[in-house]
């Protein structure tokens, strides 16, 4: 089985970086021509070392189809040496450093992506011996609280929902993780707290038995090395930033006749110049970006602009802005439809985003976790208003036009008033008060949630849940039925309530969060699904009112009235709810649109956001810090 779940987990590694490559933009560019060389800084890192590491008493043999590297390769190679590198080191461990937009995080989709390549065209018996690499990223690792192979098993239960089945589950990833069938990519130590860096280096020393690169700032390194954070055999390399002719050669190559201003930039990079746009153009993620403004005539001219080449950091502003220039600008030859949203209107929304990710340290925008930046008073406020209204209108409905007509007007209020009041608590608690769960994860259902209906805490749950709708519906029976109508028997009431409570509790712990915040599902199909979850279980809410609350064959009023106010219920539990109170105080404010989800969806669309799991992440950690610097209130 264990072969069968490692080619399973390349497979999903696969298209997990071919879609990344597509969000990037890279699937069908030829990649910048990155190269690296070995790295210069004081890390206590030797060649020595990491072709030959007496150091531990376990020797890496090459993968299976290449060949042990010596001394002279760690010297400098291209971006396809860095396969031979991660494959051929003897000590198993390579660190990959690079400034911000260096091409650390495209360097690392590459190499694992030919690093499967190669695996897919090995034999059965040589396949199994080679691992299979998978990017983790570091910020979520508290070397503190836990061992590295119980949080890569974590994160991989998280990421690849398959590894989650009854016939896999935790005990055999860890198994797997531990004989060495899977290497890792480990993303941003630099985004690790400074605190932690030398202990996740300290961790990532005792391992024996896994292959692994780490990418990371230079300096960061270079600081957590100074505070005791040494990683002994590893080869470390560092990316070398393209020089101003390698620039204009690849700029050349895919651009076509080039347009007056294009030729303009070639000159430029090639005439020896050192001014501020020069000196830009020789990182990679700035190369990219002024890739992307061919045919762009006039914003390219305005980068040529004088004042603009002055200032390397002049050129690199012009450059992230454009990203936004580029996605939600008109095209004043373009006929069609404009964009759904103006540039004024992207950068205003999306700054203030990425102002408040920025304020609580964050790159990940979890549209489930977005309660936070709303305090639960005014949660509590909106949710108690808004069904209070709707349950006093719907009620009030009811009775005027149902049988109860002469119900007196302050009895919908009242209970309107009681409605709003239990779901602000449900919004608060989101529904798990019952089960003791923590968890802000959007709901799915998963059959494998039902066994926490056999605590003791969800057993006693049911029976006070069956208890009060016992008493309810014989409260029903004694002071609002009608003379000569069918009452049901107390054993009747018993099992309807019993039923209807098991409905209930099946519906709320196969809705249940089940960690899997890091799934493959997009943020439009978790959000879906956490809303349906909400409407299955209104729906129980509903059904129970119907056969607690009327007797005999229910009036299509009572019907109403009671799917109203079960899906109502049913909704505030949601975390759908929770992100939507707040998108309607973020465009009271003026930061957000309404339909915040579509705005989101059509930012991915235009590549300026993009997808991991139901996470968003700017394009660029450059772009948003440079949009919360603009939008930070003053």
């Known amino acids: 089985m264990a072969d069968r779940v490692v ?12 879609s990344e490559l597509e969000q990037r933009g890279l699937r069908l560019l030829p990649p910048i021509p990155l190269r690296w060389k070995w790295s210069t800084r004081s890390l206590g890192a030797s060649r020595e070392a990491a072709v030959n590491p007496t150091w531990s008493a376990r020797r890496e043999a090459p993968l299976s189809g290449m060949n042990e590297i010596g001394l002279g390769e760690l010297d400098s190679g291209t971006l396809a040496d860095l396969l031979q590198v991660y494959g051929g080191v003897a000590s ?22 030919s690093a499967l390549n190669h695996r897919s065209l090995l034999d059965p018996t040589d396949r199994a011996r080679t691992p299979v690499p998978v990017i983790l990223g570091l910020h979520g690792w508290n070397p503190g609280h836990q061992d590295f192979l119980s949080w890569a098993t974590s994160e991989l239960l998280r990421t690849y929902s398959f590894l989650r089945s009854k016939e896999i589950g935790p005990e055999v990833v860890r198994e797997l993780l531990a004989a060495g069938r899977v290497a890792f990519v480990l993303d941003s130590l630099d985004a690790v707290p400074p605190q932690l860096r030398p202990a996740v280096l300290q961790k990532l020393n005792a391992l024996t038995a896994q292959r692994f690169v780490l990418l990371s700032r230079g300096d960061e390194m270079g600081d957590a090395a ?3 954070g040494l990683l002994f055999g590893a080869a470390t390399l560092e990316l070398m930033p393209p020089t101003a002719a390698q620039a204009a050669d690849y700029l050349e190559s895919f651009a076509g006749p080039p347009t007056t201003t294009w030729k303009r930039l070639l000159q430029r990079l090639r005439g020896g110049s050192r001014d501020g746009l020069v000196k830009a153009l020789e990182n990679p993620l700035m190369l990219s970006l002024v890739r992307d403004l061919h045919g762009h005539e006039d914003r390219l001219g305005e980068l040529l602009d004088p004042g603009r080449r002055r200032s390397r950091r002049a050129a690199e502003e012009y450059l992230l802005d454009s990203i936004l220039l580029n996605a939600y600008g008109q095209d004043p030859d373009d006929d069609s439809s404009p964009p759904s949203y103006t540039v004024d209107q992207a950068r205003r929304w999306l700054g203030r985003l990425a102002w408040r990710l920025d304020a609580t340290g964050d790159r990940d925008l979890a549209w489930w976790r977005v309660y936070r930046w709303l305090p639960f008073s005014e949660q509590l406020a909106m949710t108690f208003a808004i069904s209070a209204a709707i349950g006093t209108i719907v009620l009030g409905l009811f009775l005027k036009f149902g049988d109860e007509a002469t119900t007196p007007i302050g009895t919908p209020i009242l209970i309107g008033l009681l409605f709003g009041m239990t779901t602000g608590l449900l919004t608060h608690q989101g529904g798990d008060l019952m089960f003791g769960s923590t968890s802000d994860e959007p709901r799915a259902w998963t059959f494998n949630r039902l066994r926490s209906l056999a605590t003791p805490n969800a ?9 009060a709708e016992i008493v309810l519906t014989r409260l029903r029976i004694t002071y609002a039925s009608k003379p000569g109508e069918d009452v049901p028997s107390p054993s009747h009431t018993l099992v309807t309530a019993g039923l209807f409570t098991l409905a209930l509790m099946l519906a709320y712990a196969g809705t249940r969060p089940s960690g899997t915040d890091r799934s493959t599902a997009g943020p439009w ?4 699904r956490d809303l349906g979850c909400g409407f299955l279980v209104g729906a129980v809410f509903a059904l129970g009112g119907i056969l607690i609350l009327t007797t005999g064959v229910p009036s299509p009023g009572a019907i109403a009235f009671n799917l109203a ?32 989800m579509r705005f989101l969806e059509d930012a991915r669309a235009k590549h300026v956001l993009r997808t991991v799991g139901p996470r968003y992440q700017f394009r660029h950690a450059r772009l948003q810090d ?8 003053e």
């Open 7 to 18: 080619d399973r987990l390349a497979d999903d590694v696969r298209g997990g970086v071919g």
């Open 92 to 113: 198993g461990r390579v660190v990959l450093l690079g400034n911000a937009g260096a091409g650390k995080t495209s360097a690392a989709l590459h190499l694992v992506l």
């Open 226 to 228: 100074a505070r005791r």
């Open 459 to 467: 057993i006693l749950v049911w029976l006070m849940l069956a208890a």
């Open 525 to 528: 199909t978790s959000w879906k």
């Open 565 to 596: 106010f079960g899906l109502g219920l049913g909704v505030t539990v949601t975390r759908v709810w929770r992100a939507l109170l707040v998108f309607v105080w973020l465009r009271r404010k003026g930061d957000a649109p309404l339909r915040m």
């Open 626 to 633: 440079r949009l919360a610097v603009q939008a930070a209130p």
